[in-house]
């Protein structure tokens, strides 16, 4: 049986859009202006159950995750300064 594995060539540089393609199954970001060698490696790495991400856009991935978890981490002080909340209170 084969796998179909996606590659997404230019990516665009929403990183909610590449975030989206992450939870579809895609295992591949490359540019349109990186060569064709590169693609082929690439290509050769994801049959061999690797995965590639251009640096330009694990920089928009890293640069997402660290807003989110900012965001998660000012959720959690906000939650627990409630009244009655303790910070390990996980009893609900």
């Known amino acids: ?12 540089d929403d990183p909610d859009i590449l975030i989206g393609y992450l939870e579809h199954g895609v295992v591949g970001y490359v540019l349109a202006s990186e060569s064709r060698d590169r693609l082929r490696e690439v290509v050769v790495g994801v049959t061999e159950g690797k995965g590639y991400i251009n640096p330009a856009i694990a920089t928009l991935l890293i640069d997402r995750y660290r807003a989110l978890r900012q965001r998660f ?5 906000v939650e627990n300064d409630l009244p009655g909340r303790h910070a390990n209170d996980d009893s609900e």
């Open 1 to 12: 049986m084969r796998t179909t594995l996606p590659v997404v060539v230019d990516a665009p």
């Open 73 to 77: 981490r000012q959720h959690d002080r």
